[in-house]
């Protein structure tokens, strides 16, 4: 078997995974945000981090300030929330601002801060890789890289 099959099966099993975890949620929490007390046990397959080199190269180079972020309060949130593992993605406008070499090194950027998330904190969080997209030879390599070489999880 391939390895992009195999990549393919892999993924479509977190995705699987990640929406059990959603419609489970959904069924027990009658509303409400705070978790119940107890372990936590939802899985967040939507959740946005700012990488600080990201931050400051929207901030240097265009003026915006992203919002305040940090592993500790995402993790307060979550736990908050019951949230045991978050699969984290970078905030928008993401990587594209029409620069390849500029997309291409922010994206490299996010993926190895959120690969190193998963890594400081085991169990809590995972990653969804940043591509720089419409840049297709640069998101198929940045693939290769978060795969082959960060070993990340998508």
Known sequence: ???DIQRRRALAGMAALGGAGVLAGCETTGGRVAAEPGKPHRIDV???MVAPSY???LLKTSGIRTVRWS???SLEDMDRSGIALSLTSLIQPAVWFGDVAR???LARESNEYATTLARDYPGRFGTFAT???PDTEGSVAEIAYVLDVLKASA
């Open 71 to 73: 592993p500790q309060q």
């Open 1 to 3: 078997m391939s390895i």
């Open 55 to 57: 931050a400051a190269d």
């Open 46 to 48: 939507h959740h946005h």
């Open 103 to 105: 997309g291409r090194r």
């Open 131 to 133: 591509l720089p997209l």
